[in-house]
Nanobody
Framework: QVRLMESGGGLVQAGESLRLSCAASGRIRSMNAMRWYRQAPGNQRELVATITSGGSTNYAESVKGRFTISGDIAKNTAYLQMNSLKPEDTAVYYC??????????????WGQGTQVTVSS
């Protein structure tokens, strides 16, 4: 069973920074990509940032220039550095990862989420 554990959320003021961490554990043979999603109350879950096993990154337009995803996919870890936070960044942030475990079985798992609250 693959498990994802996020940490690093909290309450900050607008303009401040936070760094989220995600660690995947379990019988992982290879990882395709790790992603950060977020979901604000009343909104759909949206993709924020992606990092692939090859190191490629992608961002939602709303966070480009402010957020940076990094990590070592081979070590099953990913981070999201969030700078210049805005109240509209307030959401529960979820880590997601997909890849292959034992017997080449595909997995796609989510963490439990971590709350980020940005006050104005």
């Amino acid at each position: 069973q693959v498990r994802l554990m996020e940490s690093g959320g909290g309450l900050v003021q607008a303009g401040e920074s936070l760094r989220l961490s995600c660690a995947a554990s379990g019988r992982i043979r290879s990882m395709n990509a790790m992603r950060w999603y977020r979901q604000a109350p009343g909104n759909q879950r949206e993709l924020v940032a992606t990092i692939t096993s090859g190191g490629s990154t992608n961002y939602a337009e709303s966070v480009k220039g402010r957020f940076t995803i990094s990590g070592d996919i081979a070590k099953n870890t990913a981070y999201l550095q969030m700078n210049s936070l805005k109240p509209e960044d307030t959401a529960v942030y979820y880590c997601n990862a997909d890849g292959y475990g034992d017997y080449s079985k595909y997995f796609n798992h989510w963490g439990q989420g971590t709350q980020v609250t940005v006050s104005s």
